[in-house]
């Protein structure tokens, strides 16, 4: 089985699924892009527990976790199969690095996770199983679960980290008419460089490091699937996919490591 190096996405609103914009564009290719993995293990910025948890579902269910959008969105599945085996070994591979994890049979698969892989995987014929955040540990956290997950990658699987490279709702402009914000701008960039670069020191302490942080990520949720993605590199540079801003601020940028 061919090695898959892990990916970071940035999956912005639940509208990606329907919307034609340059990011769903880039996802609806990358699968072509990418080896075809033996299963995904998609850490999502939409589920957050105590503790890691690996959903072991046979048939995850599709959770329209969002409010307020237009019905077509909810008459949307996405009916791929689970990955239990996948997510006992994910939670074997965490305990024998120190990390107190566990499994969960109910959890499906939440807009994080289907809404990308229903445009980089259409058929559904995958197995995913998804893997929880633990906001609010930090970024050291979240790259020291990566590097648990690491020997996943030389075992065919993605490890694919859903969540945002910019992510202030508040500070959304929906008639920004393709104008990029520059507070945002100059934190992706910053996040960019860091990971071409390898430097996951820096990545480690981006809140005291990176320009315009707190502005960035209010809160760390949607950067936190990046931090386990660059984990499981192992302190490989990253290489940039794809470049977008929606809203002004929404980054929709996604990197993949080697």
């Keep these: 089985m061919a090695r898959i190096g892990p990916v970071f996405i940035s999956h912005g609103s639940p509208m990606l699924a329907l919307n034609k914009t340059p990011a769903h564009e880039f996802l609806a290719r990358l699968g ?73 049979a109910g959890q499906g698969l939440d807009h994080g996770a289907w809404v990308p ?57 929906f008639n920004a008419n393709g104008n990029i914000t520059p507070w945002a701008q100059e934190f992706e960039h910053w996040l960019d460089q860091m990971i071409q670069q390898g430097d996951t020191d820096a990545l480690a302490n981006y809140r005291q490091q990176a320009p315009h942080a707190a502005r960035a990520h209010p809160r760390d949720e949607h950067i936190l699937p990046l931090f386990v993605a660059a984990g499981a590199a192992q302190g490989k540079p990253g290489k940039l996919l794809h470049r977008s801003f929606e809203a002004g601020s929404l980054a929709m940028s996604a990197w993949a490591w080697p």
């Design 117 to 173: 892989l229903m445009l980089m995987y259409a058929k559904a014929d995958i197995p995913v199983a998804q893997l929880s955040i633990q906001f609010p540990k930090d970024a050291r956290w979240h790259l020291d679960l990566g590097r648990a997950l690491a020997p996943l990658c030389d075992e065919g699987v993605l490890v694919l980290g859903s969540g945002s490279a910019v992510h202030n709702l508040r500070a959304l402009e």
């Design 32 to 104: 072509e892009q990418l080896p075809r993995p033996k299963a995904i293990l998609c850490i999502s910025a939409h589920w957050e527990t105590p503790k890691p948890m690996a959903s072991t579902a046979a048939k995850p269910e599709t959770i329209h976790d969002f409010s307020g959008f237009p019905e077509p969105l909810y008459r949307l599945r996405y009916p791929a199969p689970g990955a239990p085996e996948l997510a006992q070994h994910a939670i074997e591979l965490l305990r024998a690095a120190g990390i107190e994890s566990t499994t969960d």
